[in-house]
């Protein structure tokens, strides 16, 4: 079982409130991912980071900033939520270098912006 | 067009059955093709990891990569209601962002 978290489960929140998403990961990988993911479509990235300090922003257009101070944490902020937000959320990691292959993901965040 | 395409099921299957799962891509440079499983209310989980073309067998999976089709697929022989699931076809070129399939969600009928 993967050793990567993500909390809360499950959110539901008012539009316009500030939220964020918490993703850490036990594995000392330095790559970390979050993902949008809509029933019946693909996932869809929205932000990456290759380590400490590095964030990049993926395909999909977000609203959404993520930060990464420590490697074992990569938290994604949404500062004012509105119902298109609604999704779940996937982090991710894998290991470092260019022949990693296979993705670790948390358990999701379901948000609900009424 | 999209990058991944992939049979959007649902599919049902009696127990017992053989899967036929399949995605086809659009980029010749993919090198390294994957699936992943996604329970319910869960994270997806790596099931089967090839790279290049060719046959890998684990078990029940059996996931095969034709890369002059740009075609991949993975085989369950002797489905059982565990493995009820949605199944995800992931794909990638050397140091690139995984590329990742809609998804077709399976259910085993015992």
């Known amino acids: 079982e993967a050793d990567i978290y993500q909390t809360p489960r499950y959110l539901v929140i008012g539009t316009g409130k500030k939220i964020t998403l918490e993703c850490s990961q036990t594995?000392?990988?330095?790559?970390m991912y979050w993902y949008q993911q809509d029933p019946g479509m693909e996932l869809h990235l929205i932000h990456y980071?290759?380590?400490?300090?590095?964030?990049e922003k993926g395909d999909l257009s977000s609203e959404s900033t993520v930060s990464r101070i420590r490697t074992e944490h990569f938290p994604l902020t949404l500062e004012s939520a509105r119902p298109s937000h609604t999704s779940q959320y996937l982090c991710?990691?894998?290991?470092?270098?260019?022949?990693?292959?296979?993705?670790?993901f948390g358990q999701g965040t379901r948000l609900t912006v009424v | 067009q999209k990058e991944v395409e992939q049979d959007p099921g649902p599919l049902s299957v009696p127990e017992g059955a053989i899967v036929s799962l399949n995605c086809t891509y659009s980029?010749?440079?993919?090198?390294?093709f994957m699936w992943y499983r996604q329970y319910s209310r869960k994270g997806p989980e790596l099931l089967m990891y090839?790279?290049?073309?060719g046959n890998k067998e684990d078990g029940r999976f059996t996931a095969q990569v034709d890369k002059s089709s740009k075609y991949i697929s993975l085989f369950i022989r002797d489905s059982q209601p565990s493995d009820s699931a949605t199944y995800l076809c992931?794909?990638?070129?050397?140091?690139?962002?995984?590329?990742f399939g809609p998804g077709t969600r399976l259910s085993v009928l015992p």
């Open positions: 991710a990691s894998t290991p470092g270098g260019q022949l990693n292959t296979e993705a670790f």
């Open positions: 594995m000392g990988h330095d790559k």
């Open positions: 980071s290759y380590g400490v300090n590095s964030t």
């Open positions: 980029n010749s440079a993919f090198q390294y």
């Open positions: 090839t790279y290049s073309s």
């Open positions: 992931a794909m990638r070129n050397y140091g690139q962002n995984f590329v």
